[in-house]
């Protein structure tokens, strides 16, 4: 299995607390990209590709000095202020590449049984969701009803029929056929200028056109938290990192 980190995002929320990449933000003395690395690593992943933007040499710097740098490849997106679709589309080929792929954001502390839900699935196309979260704007939202994916997205529409909702962690799993779907996708969001959007709406449309296709592995009570304000990191120094050990 080959992994995905996006990690060529500017991070203007969290300017004022942390200059640099997100994935440097150190917690425990080891950066964010550092554990994806190591977590990685640890399972066996065949190959990790980095999509790098801003700051683009700090990252690759911190690759080599990371211990994982013979497994790792980057590939630069300079096009890092437009919407994080053109980040996927420019990890296309390796989307195209054959196999089982892990796609995943850069910016999340958390334990790694995440990564063995997704590693162990028997769910070829697949999600993880969390029940507790905080109802808002911000959470990318999961909406399940009858047992089935209905709605993968921030802003849920007006009256949508679901039985529950839970929170996007922002890692998931295709399968070759979907990966290859996926890297189709973004070629079409690209070449109708939709260059601003978020990648998860390229997934969401696959999501709705082929529902029976994807699952998701109920991650609820499994620390892990989205680094997007100042308040996120402290959340991960006393919340989540104490249960990283």
Same mark, same amino acid.
């Given at each position: 299995?080959?992994?995905?980190?996006?990690?060529?995002?500017?991070?203007?929320?969290?300017?004022?607390?942390? $200059?640099?990449?997100?994935?440097?933000?150190?917690?425990?003395?080891?950066?964010?990209?550092?554990?994806?690395?190591?977590?990685?690593?640890?399972?066996?992943?065949? @190959?990790?590709?980095?999509?790098?933007?801003?700051?683009?040499?700090?990252?690759?710097?911190?690759?080599?000095?990371?211990? @994982?740098?013979?497994?790792?490849?980057?590939?630069?997106?300079?096009?890092?202020?437009?919407?994080?679709?053109?980040?996927?589309?420019?990890?296309?080929?390796?989307?195209?590449?054959?196999?089982?792929?892990?796609?995943?954001?850069?910016?999340?502390?958390? @334990?790694?049984?995440?990564?063995?839900?997704?590693?162990?699935?028997?769910?070829?196309? #697949?999600?993880?969701?969390?029940?507790?979260?905080?109802?808002?704007?911000?959470?990318?939202?999961? #909406?399940?009803?009858?047992?089935?994916?209905?709605?993968?997205?921030?802003?849920?529409?007006?009256?949508?029929?679901?039985?529950?909702?839970?929170?996007?962690?922002?890692?998931?799993?295709?399968?070759?056929?979907?990966?290859? $779907?996926?890297?189709?996708?973004?070629?079409?969001?690209?070449?109708?200028?939709?260059?601003?959007?978020?990648?998860?709406?390229?997934?969401?449309?696959?999501?709705?056109?082929?529902?029976?296709?994807?699952?998701?592995?109920?991650?609820?009570?499994?620390?892990?938290?989205?680094?997007?304000?100042?308040?996120?990191?402290?959340?991960?120094?006393?919340?989540?990192?104490?249960?990283?050990?």
């Amino acid at each position: 299995m080959r992994a995905i980190i996006l990690a060529a995002g500017y991070g203007r929320r969290l300017a004022a607390a942390h $200059q640099g990449p997100k994935a440097l933000l150190e917690f425990g003395g080891k950066t964010l990209l550092q554990r994806h690395l190591e977590n990685l690593a640890a399972r066996g992943t065949d @190959h990790i590709a980095v999509c790098v933007g801003y700051e683009a040499g700090m990252l690759r710097e911190a690759i080599e000095a990371s211990g @994982h740098a013979t497994r790792v490849s980057t590939v630069l997106n300079p096009a890092y202020r437009e919407g994080s679709v053109v980040s996927l589309w420019t990890m296309r080929h390796y989307l195209d590449a054959g196999g089982e792929v892990l796609l995943m954001d850069a910016d999340v502390l958390y @334990h790694p049984a995440l990564l063995d839900r997704l590693q162990h699935t028997a769910r070829p196309n #697949c999600f993880l969701l969390d029940r507790d979260f905080e109802p808002g704007l911000e959470p990318v939202k999961l #909406c399940v009803r009858t047992g089935a994916l209905v709605e993968f997205r921030k802003q849920l529409a007006e009256g949508l029929q679901y039985d529950f909702a839970g929170e996007s962690v922002g890692f998931f799993r295709f399968g070759e056929d979907m990966a290859r $779907q996926l890297a189709r996708k973004t070629e079409e969001y690209v070449g109708n200028g939709r260059r601003e959007e978020p990648y998860e709406e390229a997934i969401r449309d696959l999501l709705l056109e082929r529902p029976a296709e994807f699952d998701y592995e109920d991650i609820t009570g499994t620390p892990w938290v989205e680094i997007d304000f100042p308040e996120d990191i402290a959340r991960a120094t006393t919340k989540i990192l104490p249960h990283l050990t």
